[in-house]
């Protein structure tokens, strides 16, 4: 298994651009999520979907557009670049299915992340 | 107040030494006490999971949990330059597939051959 693959590792973007950070996962994970990464402030959540066709907003979510139209993909959508928007983006999965109690607390499987950079 | 409060570090220790790395927290219906290990350029990777209050040991690795006062630790013995990383405190309410985790900011660890 490739596990949680992200793309592209890098990316640079001018104020005002859009772009699609890329997630898969081939685990057959229910739950998936984006987080951002800043100094100082943890991984915060973006949006995450408990299944195809089912999304939420997390504690970060202005500025991005997720949707899940198939178990394995979950993009991240960013509609009009910023700097606010700077950061390091992961990308994490989950086996366990909502109502059901998981085999591991907590577990998420992360992806290796796409540092972005808005200038 | 943050739900979840870490010292950022960084800490830099000689090898062998015993780390000792924590978090407290506010939410005194958090049940479950996870700790995520991410090296530089990586993502995250769950470490170890403890319940409620107590303590559980994998190998050098101790988690420990005083839910009296909300204080979580992460032990290390023993430690190596393979520990250097970061070490994020992430606690739970439930085990359940849909909870969301809130994490702390991690601790920057250097172990120092």
């Known amino acids: 298994n490739a596990g949680v693959t992200q793309t592209p590792k890098f990316q640079v973007l001018k104020t005002g651009q859009s772009m699609t950070l890329q997630c898969a996962q081939d685990?057959?994970?229910?739950?998936m999520s984006w987080y951002r990464q800043d100094p100082g402030m943890g991984l915060r959540l973006i949006h995450y979907?408990?299944?195809?066709?089912?999304?939420d907003q997390g504690e970060v979510p202005n500025g991005y557009n997720v949707s899940r139209s198939t178990t394995e993909d979950f993009p991240l959508r960013l509609l009009s670049a910023a700097p606010s928007q700077t950061s390091v983006y992961f990308c994490?999965?989950?086996?366990?299915?909502?109502?059901?109690?998981?085999?591991?607390?907590?577990?998420?499987?992360f992806g290796p992340g796409t540092r972005l950079t808005v200038t | 107040q943050k739900e979840v409060e870490q010292d950022p570090g960084p800490l830099s220790v000689p090898e062998g030494a015993i780390v000792s790395l924590n978090c407290t927290y506010s939410?005194?219906?958090?049940?479950?006490f996870m700790w995520y290990r991410q090296y530089s350029r990586k993502g995250p990777e769950l470490l170890m999971y403890?319940?409620?209050?107590g303590n559980k040991e994998d190998g050098r690795f101790t988690a420990q949990v005083d839910k009296s006062s909300k204080y979580i630790s992460l032990f290390i013995r023993d430690s190596q330059p393979s520990d250097s990383a970061t070490y994020l405190c992430?606690?739970?309410?439930?085990?359940?597939?849909?909870?969301?985790?809130?994490f702390g900011t991690g601790t920057r660890l250097t172990i120092i051959p």
């Open positions: 994490a999965s989950s086996y366990s299915r909502v109502g059901e109690v998981s085999r591991i607390p907590g577990e998420q499987y």
């Open positions: 685990m057959n994970h229910e739950y």
């Open positions: 979907s408990v299944g195809a066709g089912i999304t």
């Open positions: 939410n005194s219906a958090f049940q479950y």
């Open positions: 403890t319940y409620s209050s």
């Open positions: 992430a606690p739970a309410h439930s085990n359940f597939g849909n909870e969301k985790l809130t």
